[in-house]
């Protein structure tokens, strides 16, 4: 800090608030670089208050330092700081710049272990471009920039939200990349709640068509149930002509037989069941699956102690022609940014039990504009997740059964135009280059089975330019030349994999 800095410094700063504030952000990877020139920065000027944040990183020496701070309180260190810098994480930058602070900002290098990838030094480069930001890479570059917005304080402050409409859309798209990358250090515990207690009432949908014997399995498996609390089975029948006979009232497993009242299909079914249900937890089931009998008192466990959490999941055991194989996750949160890069078949949505007012009063409802319905339980994951991530019960709750009276089997075209309207309403699969793949695979394979080589073989490129190695574009190209599309989903059936 030069001589004149140091003279124009005001004493009358409020030194309840640091004179320059550093920022890394939260993310689980450490940024000890950038802590390393903010406790050099303080060494070199005892006479400034110089607070860190530091995270997960090793604290400072010299400067002061916390490892968090709650984003009220940094909002208003902000405000009163004469110098703000950050990491390049779009939220960080965006806090910055909604206090009315030029922020900045030393990107995170993933050469040095810093980050996952290089977003943030690409999008501090845009932003730096736009004069969004006022970017640095070297501990000198730092000390100037510091120096300058002490000096001339004026040049380092914004208007919230000021700028024109492409800047404001660059900061939107860095908040969705945080979203993307920012995933939990470590799983957290599944939590344990006493046996005593109320627990509380759960509504069980069962969308159904024209599966009697499966429909009266699935429900005995529910009744069967090792849980103290009331679960009502509401079966939707889809296109089928209802079965009075399987209503039942009073006592703790009620059922209640309903119509599809809304769009055709399974979207429809599922929707009318959560619609008519009176319960704050709502669970799926199809009607060819069984629920293993602890399942449902695992799942509710995680609801009762984490009142903030909206969905949980469970792992499954998949059943096909006598072979049956077991898939479960082995973490217990899951992120938006994990079910773009892949599909998770683990969380199938017989395990889903979610807070019904998270749909109806939420994200809405499970979508009925999807074509056929196809994916459309991969839809509702996508924006549960948006709102917070998923839990997971690591354990194998439901016994899915993939046979040939599967109401997808065969019906080809409609799978390609539910998997392109997916990458239409999701831009953010762009950002993701190996979750892009997989979807444009399953679409080469999709039109390739139903005899559209043309349009199969352009989808193969597709996914080949997003990712090189991606194996659903080679089986893809497997039925372009011949082989039976049926022999390809019986040999990853028999291995308990999809498509």
Not at 407 to 418: D, E, L, P, V, Y
Not at 429 to 452: D, H, K, P, T
Not at 479 to 487: D, E, K, N, R
Request: net charge neutral.
């Amino acid at each position: 800090m030069t001589e004149e800095t140091t003279r124009t410094t005001p004493h009358s700063h409020d030194r309840n608030h640091p004179d320059v504030l550093v920022s890394v952000g939260t993310d689980h990877h450490t940024f000890d670089r950038l802590v390393r020139w903010a406790d050099d920065y303080a060494r070199r000027n005892p006479d400034l208050r110089v607070l860190v944040q530091h995270g997960h990183s090793a604290p400072p020496e010299r400067a002061q330092g916390t490892p968090f701070l709650p984003p009220a309180e940094l909002g208003r260190h902000m405000r009163r700081a004469r110098a703000v810098v950050t990491h390049g994480g779009p939220g960080s930058i965006v806090q910055a710049r909604d206090n009315g602070r030029l922020p900045i900002v030393v990107a995170r290098d993933p050469e040095l272990d810093e980050h996952v990838d290089d977003h943030q030094l690409l999008f501090v480069e845009r932003l730096e471009r736009s004069g969004r930001v006022r970017a640095c890479s070297t501990p000198q570059q730092l000390e100037a920039l510091i120096d300058k917005a002490l000096a001339s304080p004026e040049d380092f402050l914004v208007r919230p939200g000021d700028g024109p409409g492409p800047d404001r859309a660059a900061l939107r798209a860095g908040k969705l990349i945080d979203l993307l990358t920012d995933a939990p250090a470590s799983p957290e515990p599944v939590p344990t709640v006493s046996a005593e207690g109320p627990w509380p009432d759960v509504t069980v949908v069962v969308p159904t068509r024209d599966r009697p014997e499966l429909l009266r399995r699935t429900l005995r498996s529910i009744d069967e149930q090792d849980y103290p609390g009331r679960i009502t089975a509401i079966v939707v029948f889809d296109n089928d002509q209802p079965d009075p006979s399987l209503t039942r009232r009073g006592g703790d497993r009620p059922v209640r037989v309903v119509t599809n009242t809304l769009t055709p299909g399974l979207a429809g079914a599922r929707n009318t069941g959560v619609l008519a249900a009176d319960t704050d937890l709502v669970a799926f089931c199809d009607d060819d699956d069984t629920w293993l009998p602890d399942k449902l008192r695992a799942q509710v466990r995680v609801m009762v102690a984490e009142p903030d959490t909206e969905m949980v999941c469970c792992g499954i055991r998949v059943v096909y022609d006598r072979t049956e194989s077991e898939r479960v996750l082995d973490r217990t949160s899951v992120t938006f940014g994990d079910l773009l890069g892949s599909r998770l078949t683990e969380l199938h949505p017989s395990t889903f039990l979610i807070r019904r007012r998270a749909m109806v009063d939420g994200c809405g409802t499970v979508s009925e504009e999807i074509p056929g319905s196809y994916a459309e339980d991969y839809e509702l994951l996508l924006r549960m997740a948006r709102r917070g991530p998923i839990r997971n019960v690591p354990e194998p709750g439901v016994r899915v059964l993939w046979h040939r009276r599967s109401h997808f089997a065969g019906r080809w075209k409609t799978i390609s135009s539910a998997l392109r309207w997916l990458l239409d309403r999701y831009p953010e699969f762009s950002l993701v280059r190996r979750g892009y793949a997989r979807v444009a695979g399953q679409i080469a394979f999709a039109e390739a089975a139903a005899g559209r080589r043309g349009t199969a073989l352009r989808w193969v490129r597709t996914t080949l330019r997003h990712r090189a190695v991606e194996g659903r574009a080679y089986l893809a190209l497997l039925v372009v030349l011949g082989l039976p599309s049926g022999w390809v989903l019986r040999a990853l059936h028999l291995r308990g994999k999809g498509l």
